[in-house]
């Protein structure tokens, strides 16, 4: 038991160590690749090839100082970043980054919170949690603007859980499990992306789903730079400010990661059942390549309308994606093999 | 202590009632009655476009009333040119409408050139047209840029950029400026062009078509585009004739007025080129017609340039023109001449005179008082931002304030246009 309790802490460690690395380099990456969409640089001054660009911004942001503004409500004002930023954090505690590994001599998963059945209405029930985070911000800034923005993110997140809980239904059909780790082996020969036409068109929802739920470009809504100065954290600044923008990046990683363990076959690729360590390789580079696209929909497309976000998310991904489980549901009737997982 | 704030918070977003008697007439009763909600948009404000103050009324995202306020950007230009002489209140000109320093230069000479009677040299008439269609190119890219990033579509406005810079690097090898170029002067231009420039312009033409096609791959046919600008911003020809709109935004409401074609000037009729016009009167149908534009606007710098005569580029006369710099050294009376041109100034003959080019934005008209004295007694922009801004509330009513932003891109003003 004891050996378990330093098995999970020193992966919960490695874990949330690897997480904040990789926001700091994919808010680098983000820039370099936007600067190369856009026919210009992105950073290159500090470091070679700006690779401390990370480095030198947090340090800017730590030495920034931290306004409240005077009619702020305090306490929430400083429990808003904070309600934003753990449930980005703990999301992925449930995620497989590989299969069992061996390292002296023992045998461990690669997944924080161990092989949790509920796996996915972990990962929707923990993303629920942080539209409070922003509402409160919005609410607690006492700024016309941050409240706006955060009117707007509450409407636009609770219309796209709908749609991105019944995104999720499909994978769980065709693996008739809720468990990560069974959805991840269910996709042991043909990903769940390549099940036509199902498989497709749950991965697309859900993509649109948790770019809304997110609050990324093409539906960056509530922090509209544009319409909203900033959105919700428009009275943000400081370590604060950086806990939101933290907030954004990760959970770009956590929607890529769980994209991947659920249509994209998680960690599986060849040679992975012969060479454990592939795993979280493989998964890397999907998640990657996903980001990549996410990072080219922000350089292309312009933002949707607040109206037409709700009315795409309401009266268009809803029904199509009850209409997707109700045809999963009926083809797993029909060929029974499908759904054995 | 918890009582005081929230009590402060309702304060905070309803107006304080002494501040509302000076608004109630411009805003609803509703937002008399505390159902609406009084929001500050600008000075600072990132799409604004400067400096422009609206004060918003709003029922949710709803736009109610929209009220400008404008004058943050004033800098007294006007009354700043009574006090120079006509020639050194050229560079006052530049910095009026600041994507069209040109076209201002080249409105205020020919104001000065019609009170006083100036010939212009042909070959200053073909490359004033020259770089003023350079210029309308540049000022639409800028228009483009930000009315597509106003809706977050980031590259477009980096795409225009880089191609504003080849404009720009052109002006510069013209005037040793980028923006504020003092390039053209009463009777002609300051100097010739140098060698270089015809190459430059040539290369500017072979790329930019396609550049065109680029910016339209990524907005024309884009559904999120289409969205986000189709429907928006309705403005009937009536009603743009009432306002006084000018320039793309008339043109888009179908009605075909382009000072170039109605009353040219500077040789514009000798060009064969086409004025586009829409009849959609949407915010979509002014983006095809200022696209439309740039293509024009290249066709005719393409002419310019194919017949772009040889010769001086400032008129002889020396009443009025200074002279050469290789004649003061030869000649008494040049230097005579340049010695009261650049301290006193010439003087024209009393009267006044209107003269009005057609900016990217619209018709840009100057009128000038002559008191016979060096200095102008009056000088006045009829400038087409401040004339095209009046349109901006009777456009955002009942529109999102995700529209108003696109809106005040449409109508496309420049600060310091609007704000002399």
């Known amino acids: ?341 | 202590m918890m009582s005081d704030e929230t009590e402060f918070r309702e304060i905070e977003f309803n107006l304080a009632p002494d501040s509302l008697d000076e608004l109630k007439h411009l805003v609803s009763q509703r937002a008399v009655d505390g159902d609406t909600v009084l929001l500050n948009m600008g000075p600072q404000h990132p799409s604004t476009h400067g400096v422009l103050r609206l004060l918003l009324e709003l029922d949710g995202e709803q736009v109610i009333n929209c009220i400008p306020d404008v004058g943050f950007l004033h800098t007294g230009i006007e009354k700043n040119m009574e006090a120079k002489t006509y020639e050194k209140a050229i560079v006052m000109t530049d910095r009026l409408d600041y994507l069209n320093n040109l076209g201002n230069n080249l409105a205020y000479c020919m104001a000065i050139e019609k009170l006083c009677d100036l010939d212009v040299p042909p070959r200053a008439q073909a490359l004033r047209v020259i770089l003023a269609e350079l210029q309308r190119i540049s000022s639409h890219l800028v228009w483009l840029g930000t009315h597509a990033l106003d809706m977050a579509a980031m590259s477009v406005f980096l795409y225009c950029f880089r191609e504003r810079e080849s404009i720009l690097d052109i002006f510069e090898m013209c005037s040793g400026q980028r923006m504020m170029t003092t390039y053209i002067r009463p009777g002609g231009l300051w100097r010739d062009t140098p060698v270089e420039f015809e190459d430059a312009v040539r290369n500017f033409l072979k790329i930019f078509p396609s550049r065109i096609d680029e910016y339209e791959r990524l907005l024309t046919k884009n559904p999120l585009f289409l969205e986000r600008t189709r429907k928006i911003g309705m403005l009937p020809p009536d009603v743009a004739l009432q306002y006084g709109v000018t320039g793309p935004a008339l043109r888009a409401s179908g009605v075909n007025h382009d000072l170039r074609k109605v009353q040219p000037y500077s040789g514009y009729e000798q060009y064969d080129f086409e004025v586009p016009t829409h009849t959609d009167c949407d915010t979509y149908a002014r983006y095809l017609v200022r696209i439309e534009e740039l293509h024009q606007s290249l066709h005719i710098v393409e002419q310019a340039l194919n017949k772009l005569p040889l010769g001086p580029v400032r008129s002889n006369n020396r009443k009025y023109v200074p002279p050469p710099r290789s004649e003061i050294g030869v000649s008494m009376e040049a230097l005579i001449h340049h010695f009261k041109l650049w301290t006193e100034g010439f003087t024209p003959p009393v009267g006044s005179v209107y003269s009005a080019v057609e900016s990217p934005r619209g018709e840009l008209g100057v009128y000038l008082e002559s008191d016979g004295s060096p200095k102008p007694y009056r000088v006045h922009w009829r400038t087409p931002s401040f004339t095209n801004m009046q349109i901006l509330p009777y456009l955002a009513k009942s529109h999102l304030v995700a529209d108003l932003v696109v809106l005040i891109g449409t109508i496309d003003v420049v600060l310091g246009d609007v704000d002399r």
């Open chain 1, 1 to 341: 038991m004891a050996a378990l309790f330093w098995e999970s802490l020193i992966k919960s460690l490695i874990y949330i160590v690897f997480l904040l690395t990789s926001f700091a380099y994919l808010t680098l990456t983000e820039r370099k690749f936007l600067g190369r969409f856009q026919s210009r640089y992105g950073p290159n001054r500090a470091g070679p090839f700006g690779l401390f660009q990370p480095i030198a911004d947090a340090v800017k942001l730590l030495f920034k100082e931290e306004l409240i503004p005077a009619q702020a409500d305090k306490i929430l004002f400083i429990l808003a970043p904070i309600l934003t930023t753990v449930p980005a954090l703990v999301m992925l505690a449930v995620v497989p980054f590989g299969g069992t590994g061996q390292l002296f001599g023992r045998q461990f998963s690669f997944s924080i919170a161990g092989d949790i059945n509920i796996g996915v209405l972990y990962i929707l029930a923990i993303a629920s949690i942080s539209v409070y985070g922003i509402v409160i911000a919005g609410w607690a800034s006492n700024n016309k603007y941050a409240t706006m923005g955060g009117i707007r993110s509450s409407a636009q997140m609770i219309s796209y859980e709908l749609a991105l809980g019944l995104s999720f239904v499909t994978p769980i059909l065709l693996a008739s499990s809720m468990s990560l780790n069974d959805i991840v082996k269910a996709q042991m020969p043909v990903w769940f992306i390549f099940y036509f036409p199902v498989g497709p068109l749950s991965a697309v929802i859900y993509l649109i789903a948790a770019l809304a739920e997110i609050n990324r470009s093409p539906f960056d809504m509530p922090e509209a730079e544009q319409e909203l100065t900033a959105g919700y954290h428009v009275e943000y600044s400081g370590m604060k400010f950086a806990l939101f923008m933290m907030t954004e990046y990760i959970k770009m990683i956590v929607l890529c990661v769980i994209a991947a363990a659920l249509f994209f076959g998680g960690y599986h690729g060849p040679g992975v059942d012969t060479y454990w360590w592939l795993g979280p390789i493989y998964m890397f580079i999907k998640v990657f390549m996903l980001l990549f696209g996410l990072i080219w929909i922000r350089a292309t497309t312009p933002r949707i309308r607040y109206d037409r976000l709700m009315a795409l998310g309401w009266k268009v991904l809803l029904p199509i994606a009850l209409v997707n489980v109700v045809i999963t549901a009926f083809a797993i009737l029909l060929f029974p093999g499908l759904g054995s997982g």
